[in-house]
Protein backbone atom coordinates (compact mmCIF):
# COMPACT_ATOMS: atom_id res chain seq x y z
CA UNK A 1 0.00 0.00 0.00
CA UNK A 2 1.66 3.35 -0.92
CA UNK A 3 2.40 5.74 2.12
CA UNK A 4 -0.53 8.06 1.17
CA UNK A 5 -3.02 6.01 0.39
CA UNK A 6 -2.40 4.48 4.20
CA UNK A 7 -2.61 8.59 5.51
CA UNK A 8 -5.66 8.75 3.66
CA UNK A 9 -7.32 5.96 5.24
CA UNK A 10 -5.95 6.58 8.60
CA UNK A 11 -7.43 10.14 8.37
CA UNK A 12 -10.56 8.43 7.61
CA UNK A 13 -11.00 7.40 10.85
CA UNK A 14 -9.69 9.86 12.66
CA UNK A 15 -11.16 12.76 10.88
CA UNK A 16 -15.01 12.19 11.85
CA UNK A 17 -15.54 10.30 8.77
CA UNK A 18 -17.39 7.08 9.29
CA UNK A 19 -15.87 4.12 7.20
CA UNK A 20 -18.36 3.15 4.79
CA UNK A 21 -19.19 -0.94 3.92
CA UNK A 22 -18.98 -2.16 0.60
CA UNK A 23 -21.43 -4.40 0.17
CA UNK A 24 -23.56 -3.85 -3.12
CA UNK A 25 -21.32 -1.24 -4.16
CA UNK A 26 -19.34 -3.39 -7.37
CA UNK A 27 -16.15 -2.12 -8.70
CA UNK A 28 -16.95 -0.23 -12.22
CA UNK A 29 -14.92 -2.40 -15.00
CA UNK A 30 -11.59 -0.46 -16.34
CA UNK A 31 -13.12 0.79 -19.17
CA UNK A 32 -15.94 2.48 -17.64
CA UNK A 33 -13.29 3.50 -14.87
CA UNK A 34 -11.59 5.76 -17.47
CA UNK A 35 -14.77 7.23 -18.66
CA UNK A 36 -16.05 8.10 -14.90
CA UNK A 37 -12.55 9.95 -14.22
CA UNK A 38 -13.28 12.66 -17.07
CA UNK A 39 -15.86 13.52 -15.23
CA UNK A 40 -15.73 16.80 -12.95
CA UNK A 41 -15.15 15.84 -9.24
CA UNK A 42 -15.39 18.57 -6.56
CA UNK A 43 -13.33 17.95 -3.63
CA UNK A 44 -15.12 16.75 0.00
CA UNK A 45 -12.75 18.73 2.06
CA UNK A 46 -13.95 16.11 5.02
CA UNK A 47 -13.22 13.09 3.22
CA UNK A 48 -9.82 14.10 1.82
CA UNK A 49 -5.95 14.70 3.39
CA UNK A 50 -3.38 17.01 2.72
CA UNK A 51 0.31 16.19 4.93
CA UNK A 52 3.63 17.66 4.76
CA UNK A 53 6.36 16.55 5.76
CA UNK A 54 9.66 18.51 6.29
CA UNK A 55 13.26 17.34 8.01
CA UNK A 56 13.83 18.66 11.79
CA UNK A 57 17.87 19.33 12.44
CA UNK A 58 18.77 16.76 10.18
CA UNK A 59 17.74 13.51 12.69
CA UNK A 60 13.90 13.43 12.10
CA UNK A 61 10.90 14.12 9.72
CA UNK A 62 8.35 15.99 11.24
CA UNK A 63 4.74 15.74 10.26
CA UNK A 64 1.78 18.46 10.09
CA UNK A 65 -1.59 18.65 8.13
CA UNK A 66 -3.75 21.29 6.73
CA UNK A 67 -7.06 20.79 7.51
CA UNK A 68 -8.85 22.38 4.75
CA UNK A 69 -8.98 21.59 1.36
CA UNK A 70 -10.87 23.03 -1.47
CA UNK A 71 -11.26 22.48 -5.28
CA UNK A 72 -12.41 20.68 -8.67
CA UNK A 73 -10.46 17.76 -10.75
CA UNK A 74 -10.73 15.75 -13.64
CA UNK A 75 -8.78 13.24 -15.26
CA UNK A 76 -9.58 12.21 -18.79
CA UNK A 77 -7.16 9.27 -19.72
CA UNK A 78 -8.45 9.13 -23.25
CA UNK A 79 -7.46 12.60 -23.73
CA UNK A 80 -5.53 14.41 -21.17
CA UNK A 81 -5.83 17.92 -22.54
CA UNK A 82 -9.03 17.97 -21.68
CA UNK A 83 -8.21 17.15 -17.73
CA UNK A 84 -8.25 19.90 -15.36
CA UNK A 85 -7.65 20.48 -11.80
CA UNK A 86 -7.68 23.21 -9.53
CA UNK A 87 -6.87 22.60 -5.84
CA UNK A 88 -7.16 25.28 -2.96
CA UNK A 89 -5.73 24.69 0.34
CA UNK A 90 -6.52 27.38 3.54
CA UNK A 91 -3.12 28.09 5.01
CA UNK A 92 -4.68 28.83 8.28
CA UNK A 93 -5.55 25.38 8.90
CA UNK A 94 -2.71 24.14 9.42
CA UNK A 95 -2.82 22.00 12.54
CA UNK A 96 0.58 20.31 13.74
CA UNK A 97 -1.06 19.79 17.30
CA UNK A 98 0.78 22.47 19.47
CA UNK A 99 -1.65 25.89 19.04
CA UNK A 100 1.72 28.12 19.87
CA UNK A 101 3.77 26.19 16.63
CA UNK A 102 0.52 26.75 14.59
CA UNK A 103 0.31 30.44 14.94
CA UNK A 104 4.54 30.61 14.59
CA UNK A 105 3.70 28.78 11.27
CA UNK A 106 0.28 31.34 10.11
CA UNK A 107 2.53 34.21 10.81
CA UNK A 108 5.21 36.15 8.75
CA UNK A 109 8.57 33.44 9.27
CA UNK A 110 5.92 30.72 7.41
CA UNK A 111 2.97 31.47 5.60
CA UNK A 112 1.63 35.03 6.54
CA UNK A 113 -1.71 33.36 6.86
CA UNK A 114 -3.65 36.62 6.66
CA UNK A 115 -2.12 38.23 3.82
CA UNK A 116 -1.70 34.97 1.54
CA UNK A 117 -4.53 32.82 2.89
CA UNK A 118 -3.75 30.01 0.58
CA UNK A 119 -1.53 27.78 -1.49
CA UNK A 120 -3.41 26.67 -4.44
CA UNK A 121 -2.09 24.58 -8.01
CA UNK A 122 -3.83 24.75 -11.54
CA UNK A 123 -3.40 22.24 -13.94
CA UNK A 124 -1.79 23.15 -17.20
CA UNK A 125 -0.69 20.66 -19.45
CA UNK A 126 -1.49 17.07 -18.68
CA UNK A 127 0.49 13.89 -20.06
CA UNK A 128 -1.24 10.02 -19.39
CA UNK A 129 1.18 7.97 -18.00
CA UNK A 130 -0.55 4.76 -17.93
CA UNK A 131 -3.99 4.07 -17.52
CA UNK A 132 -4.54 5.09 -13.71
CA UNK A 133 -1.92 8.13 -13.53
CA UNK A 134 -1.52 11.26 -15.48
CA UNK A 135 1.58 13.45 -15.32
CA UNK A 136 0.07 16.58 -14.46
CA UNK A 137 2.47 20.42 -15.15
CA UNK A 138 0.98 23.36 -12.79
CA UNK A 139 1.66 26.51 -11.42
CA UNK A 140 1.81 25.80 -7.30
CA UNK A 141 0.92 29.32 -5.58
CA UNK A 142 2.95 29.91 -1.98
CA UNK A 143 2.98 33.38 -0.41
CA UNK A 144 1.62 35.02 -3.50
CA UNK A 145 5.01 33.02 -5.75
CA UNK A 146 4.00 30.95 -8.26
CA UNK A 147 6.49 28.09 -9.35
CA UNK A 148 5.54 25.38 -11.85
CA UNK A 149 5.38 22.00 -10.76
CA UNK A 150 5.02 18.38 -12.28
CA UNK A 151 3.71 15.32 -10.14
CA UNK A 152 2.24 12.54 -11.12
CA UNK A 153 -1.22 12.00 -9.55
CA UNK A 154 -3.02 8.51 -9.43
CA UNK A 155 -6.46 7.57 -10.11
CA UNK A 156 -7.20 5.12 -6.81
CA UNK A 157 -10.63 4.36 -8.24
CA UNK A 158 -14.43 5.43 -8.14
CA UNK A 159 -18.00 4.01 -7.31
CA UNK A 160 -21.36 4.81 -6.39
CA UNK A 161 -22.08 6.74 -3.17
CA UNK A 162 -24.66 5.34 -0.42
CA UNK A 163 -25.95 8.43 -0.48
CA UNK A 164 -27.02 8.35 -4.29
CA UNK A 165 -24.09 10.67 -5.86
CA UNK A 166 -20.85 9.17 -7.42
CA UNK A 167 -17.24 9.31 -5.78
CA UNK A 168 -13.67 9.11 -6.69
CA UNK A 169 -10.10 9.32 -5.02
CA UNK A 170 -7.06 10.56 -6.53
CA UNK A 171 -3.57 10.57 -5.00
CA UNK A 172 -0.14 12.14 -5.19
CA UNK A 173 3.04 13.65 -3.50
CA UNK A 174 5.02 16.04 -4.35
CA UNK A 175 8.55 17.58 -3.55
CA UNK A 176 9.37 20.83 -2.91
CA UNK A 177 12.16 23.54 -1.77
CA UNK A 178 10.18 25.90 0.63
CA UNK A 179 12.57 28.41 -0.03
CA UNK A 180 11.68 28.82 -3.84
CA UNK A 181 8.35 30.24 -2.29
CA UNK A 182 10.13 32.49 0.35
CA UNK A 183 9.89 30.12 2.90
CA UNK A 184 13.16 29.73 4.29
CA UNK A 185 12.66 30.13 8.21
CA UNK A 186 15.23 27.37 9.93
CA UNK A 187 16.69 26.46 6.07
CA UNK A 188 20.33 28.64 6.83
CA UNK A 189 20.84 27.52 10.69
CA UNK A 190 19.94 23.69 9.70
CA UNK A 191 16.99 23.59 12.12
CA UNK A 192 14.35 22.61 10.10
CA UNK A 193 14.58 21.14 5.85
CA UNK A 194 14.59 23.33 2.62
CA UNK A 195 12.86 20.10 1.24
CA UNK A 196 9.40 19.07 1.82
CA UNK A 197 7.14 16.59 0.55
CA UNK A 198 3.22 17.55 0.70
CA UNK A 199 1.02 13.99 0.61
CA UNK A 200 -2.38 14.44 -0.77
CA UNK A 201 -5.04 12.20 -0.83
CA UNK A 202 -8.35 14.06 -2.65
CA UNK A 203 -12.03 12.16 -2.62
CA UNK A 204 -14.53 14.23 -5.32
CA UNK A 205 -18.03 13.85 -6.00
CA UNK A 206 -19.32 13.81 -9.14
CA UNK A 207 -21.13 17.05 -10.44
Known amino acids: MKPIVA ?14 SNAGLADPTPAAQANLAADMYEVDGLHSSVVFRVGYMGVSNFYGRFNDVSGTYRLDFDNPSESSIDISIDTASIDTANEGRDKHLRGPDFF ?60 TTLTINRSDFGVSYGVDIGVLGDSTDIMIGLTGMKQ
Do not use: N
Open 7 to 20: VAALAGVFTGGALL
Open 112 to 171: SAKEFPTVSFTGTSFEAVDSDTIRVTGDMTVRGVTQAVTVDIDWVGDRPDPRGGYRSGID
